[in-house]
Nanobody, 111 residues
Framework: QVQLVESGGGLVQPGGSLKLTCAAS????????IQWYRQPPGKQRDLVAT???????NYADSVKDRFTISRGNSKGTVLLQMTNLKPEDTAVYYC?????WGQGTQVTVSS
């Protein structure tokens, strides 16, 4: 079992940027694929970005060219850099590693 913690969420104006971090204490996050999901209020949880152990990345069409998933400088961390944020990006963002979920971090994009 892996312990995952998301951080970096907050209130941002449209067009702004935000960097989310998924941290797993004592784990590299390199054995299995790691993914970012998001769940807007009243909607389903949808896949946003994928990072495989071999370095392959993939994004949902709605965030492609705006979001970037990457490994952090600290071992056991994965980042989601978000730019040009839109109100429709408002959601709780979760990281998934294997079958392990973090608690999520709230991102609100509003004027």
């Amino acid at each position: 079992q892996v312990q995952l913690v998301e951080s970096g969420g907050g209130l941002v104006q449209p067009g702004g940027s935000l960097k989310l971090t998924c941290a797993a204490s004592g784990n590299t996050l390199d054995v299995y694929t790691i993914q970012w999901y998001r769940q807007p209020p009243g909607k389903q949880r949808d896949l946003v970005a994928t990072l495989t152990p071999g370095g392959y990345v993939n994004y949902a069409d709605s965030v492609k060219d705006r979001f970037t998933i990457s490994r952090g400088n600290s071992k056991g961390t994965v980042l989601l850099q978000m730019t040009n944020l839109k109100p429709e990006d408002t959601a709780v963002y979760y990281c998934l590693y294997g079958n392990n979920w973090g608690q999520g971090t709230q991102v609100t994009v509003s004027s």
